[in-house]
């Protein structure tokens, strides 16, 4: 079966301080994981993946399959990274079933 | 990558009846998702929907229940039936977005009174 766990429901970090976002994944076949962004008032949208190995907003996550994670980084938190962010996983090989975390909202104090 | 107009936004329901969310896409999609999320709660997939066969529904959840159509490849509604409280959740559809990972709409928030 299919599990995301997000252990922190709210993080609150100061302007300019680094963020870390935890993710930690259970499955048994090959997975994709993805990070998606809620901002306030705004539709639930993609962050980046982890196959693209990308940076958006200055934000990086990287596939650890040893500790099945994937954790979300800024090393300099703004405020209008404020907003849920929610880890997911999905399957590369098949049907594209996607299982989100319980979501993190993160909190920057100005 | 496409954009979904899901509506309605909101709406409050007495129990026991039914309220029918549609989603339009401004592009043909294979596949159409329909996610529930509760209250504090992450995001739990209801369906999945194809045009032209029936929609794939996961475990606890049955068509009698949440009846899908899919008459094309840019539409796609979600009835709740007989609504009861526990009802009461964010519905959302979704699309494959060609970044990889999903296109969403916006929601709808459903209150059950």
């Known amino acids: 079966a299919q599990r995301v766990t997000q252990p922190e429901k709210l993080l609150s970090v100061f302007k300019g301080a680094p963020v870390e976002l935890k993710c930690n994944y259970s499955y048994s076949g090959s997975p994709e994981l993805f990070w998606y962004v809620q901002y306030s008032r705004q539709r639930l949208q993609l962050l980046l993946r982890?196959?693209s190995r990308e940076s958006i907003k200055g934000f990086t996550a990287d596939l650890n399959k040893g500790e099945t994670s994937f954790h979300l980084k800024k090393p300099f938190a703004q405020e209008e990274d404020s907003a849920m962010y929610y880890c997911?996983?999905?399957?590369?090989?098949?049907?594209?079933?996607?299982?989100f975390g319980t979501g993190t909202k993160l909190q920057v104090i100005p | 990558s496409a954009v979904i107009s899901q509506k309605p936004s909101r709406d409050i329901c007495q129990r026991g009846t039914s309220l029918t969310i549609q989603c339009q896409v401004d592009s043909q999609v294979t596949m159409m998702f329909w996610y529930r999320q509760q209250p504090g709660q992450s995001l739990t997939l209801i369906a999945t929907?194809?045009?032209?066969?029936?929609?794939?529904?996961e475990s606890g959840f049955v068509i009698d229940k949440f009846p899908i159509s899919r008459p094309n490849l840019t539409f796609s509604t979600l009835t709740v039936s007989n609504m009861s409280p526990e009802d009461s959740s964010i519905y959302l559809c979704?699309?494959?977005?060609?970044?990889?990972?999903?296109?969403f709409g916006s929601g709808t928030r459903l209150t059950v009174v």
């Open positions: 979704s699309v494959d977005s060609d970044r990889g990972g999903y296109t």
């Open positions: 929907a194809n045009q032209g066969s029936e929609a794939t529904y």
């Open positions: 982890h196959i």
């Open positions: 997911a996983l999905g399957d590369r090989g098949g049907y594209q079933k996607v299982t």
